[in-house]
Nanobody, 124 residues
């Protein structure tokens, strides 16, 4: 099973990026999927998560109102639309899938599958 994250890059503060997370070898259409990020020298933190239908979303306070998470189950792909980017959004962003039953979507240990990260750099 592979989760392939893409879409990172270098952008100026105030700009936008769209990250994608494509799944192969397995469908996650019935599972919660999420994004986490790790800034240099910091612990990995929760960014956003989306329920299997796409209508139930969760966000970290630091990105609420700026980021939008979505998914296209027909394409087996999840997205993170990032607007009004700030220098503090600079981090490696990783996607994850399938939250174990009874566990919280905000914890990285809740997820069974992980993709490699894509780097986002926001210049001031």
């Amino acid at each position: 099973v592979q989760l392939q994250a893409s879409g990172g890059g270098l952008v100026q503060a105030g700009g936008s990026l769209r990250l994608s997370c494509a799944a192969s070898d397995r469908t996650f259409s019935g599972d919660v999927m999420g994004w986490f990020r790790q800034a240099p020298g910091k612990e990995q933190e929760f960014v956003a998560a989306v329920g299997w239908k796409g209508d139930n979303t969760f966000y970290a306070d630091s990105v609420k109102g700026r980021f939008t998470i979505s998914r296209d189950n027909a394409k087996n792909t999840m997205y993170l639309h990032m607007n009004t980017l700030l220098p503090e959004d600079t981090a490696v962003h990783s996607c994850a899938a399938k939250v174990r039953i009874g566990l919280t979507v905000q914890k990285r240990t809740s997820y069974e599958y992980w993709g490699q990260g894509t780097e986002v750099t926001v210049s001031s």
